[in-house]
């Protein structure tokens, strides 16, 4: 990775949006239920370039993002692989093959990872850095109008997965991106901050 083009905070500005961060924050509900209505480009770079202002301990820059244009080639063997690591695990075709249509149909994909430090707790670091820039991504998608469901499940599972979109093997898997346009509201419940607070003094 090159360090010659850094970008700089003070020189980069925020997309035009009329959603708060409250706004984004309470109506970011997983949800994978899309129309086919498959998101621009451009809002997709947005919301990549919104993920890489993460927090990042010692700047370390470490997630990797693969947008895996529908359609496409690369689309294909991730289905592909997707229906393998199921039907190996499970005998069941449909179960398989349902995996792998997800990974066909997604609106947009986007596969992230977060590469190894030179020690554990570097290694850890960087996983919560990427995992920040994932929720920054789906923030601003709510601001795009779009919706995301991240994903551990078994489309991020093959052992193939990460050379086969041009990864390293011993890189971390984040998750897996299915982002659209919400095609149904999705709810979701917490307990209250109230709950799980201790205010000391
Ligand atoms: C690290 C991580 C992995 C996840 N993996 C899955 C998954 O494999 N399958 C799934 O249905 N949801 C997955 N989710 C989504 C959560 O299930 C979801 O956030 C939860 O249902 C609460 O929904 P909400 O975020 O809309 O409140 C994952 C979320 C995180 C943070």
């Given at each position: 990775m090159t360090t010659s083009n850094r970008l700089r905070s003070g020189n980069v500005?925020?997309?035009?949006?009329?959603?708060?961060v409250y706004e984004a924050i309470h109506n970011r509900r997983m949800n994978?239920?899309?129309?086919?209505?498959?998101?621009?480009?451009?809002?997709?770079?947005?919301?990549?370039?919104?993920?890489?202002?993460?927090?990042?301990?010692?700047?370390?820059?470490?997630w990797r993002f693969y947008v895996l244009e529908k359609g496409g080639e690369k689309r294909a063997q991730v289905a592909q692989l997707a229906y393998d690591n199921l039907f190996a695990r499970s005998g069941n075709h449909e179960h398989a093959d349902?995996?792998?249509?997800?990974v066909l149909d997604a609106p947009?994909?986007?596969?992230?990872?977060?590469?190894?430090?030179?020690?554990?707790e570097l290694t850890q670091e960087n996983y919560a850095a990427a995992c920040c820039a994932v929720q920054n991504l789906l923030l601003a998608a709510v601001a795009e109008g779009l919706a995301g469901d991240w994903s551990t499940g078994n489309t991020t599972r093959h052992p193939q997965l990460a050379e086969t979109l041009g990864g390293e093997s011993d890189w971390t898997m984040v998750g897996a991106l299915f982002i659209g346009q919400p095609s149904r509201p999705s709810a979701s419940v917490r307990a209250p901050?109230?709950?799980?607070?201790?205010?000391?003094?």
């Open positions: 500005s925020a997309p035009e949006t009329g959603v708060s994978n239920d899309f129309s086919d209505a498959v998101p621009d480009r451009d809002a997709l770079r947005r919301m990549l370039d919104a993920a890489v202002w993460a927090p990042n301990h010692r700047l370390t820059n470490p349902g995996s792998r249509q997800r947009a994909l986007i596969y992230v990872y977060s590469v190894p430090g030179d020690s554990e901050a109230d709950e799980v607070t201790a205010w000391l003094s």
